[in-house]
């Protein structure tokens, strides 16, 4: 009886470490934002530039990386340099060309995604 009671003990424990790691998939830690904002910008930010855009739609490169990272994060990780080199509404409407789900009236850096891009 002790044995089946620590076998199923253990199960739960087992269980229990695994869900917190599983709540987290998909989605970047927040002291990885920066990082993921940095290599967004590596790939896409040319298409976003204030000055001198290179014409979109952005390339499949940008929306493979588009599509494999936390547009929210990098979002939050935007500081007020960024903001004066990028254009953040044509970003966003690079990021809904490439395909990623924004919902209606997501906001990044106080912009919000336009009705029509």
């Known amino acids: 009886m002790a044995v089946a009671f ?12 695994a869900v917190p790691s599983g709540l987290n998939s998909g989605q ?4 990885d ?11 896409c930010g040319k298409y976003a530039l204030k000055c001198n855009p290179v014409p979109g739609p ?19 990780a935007l500081t007020p340099t ?6 953040i509404t044509l970003g966003l409407c690079n990021v809904h060309k490439c395909g990623y789900p924004l919902p209606p009236g997501f ?5 919000m995604l336009p009705e029509v891009c």
């Open 82 to 87: 960024d903001v004066k080199i990028y254009n």
């Open 6 to 17: 620590v076998k199923v003990l253990s199960i739960l424990v087992v269980a229990l470490l």
């Open 58 to 76: 952005p390339c499949p490169s940008c929306c493979n990386k588009i599509m494999a990272s936390d547009i929210a994060c990098a979002c939050r």
């Open 33 to 43: 934002c920066p990082k993921e904002k940095d290599e967004l910008i590596a790939v």
């Open 107 to 111: 906001k990044c850096a106080g912009y």
């Open 28 to 31: 970047v830690m927040a002291c």
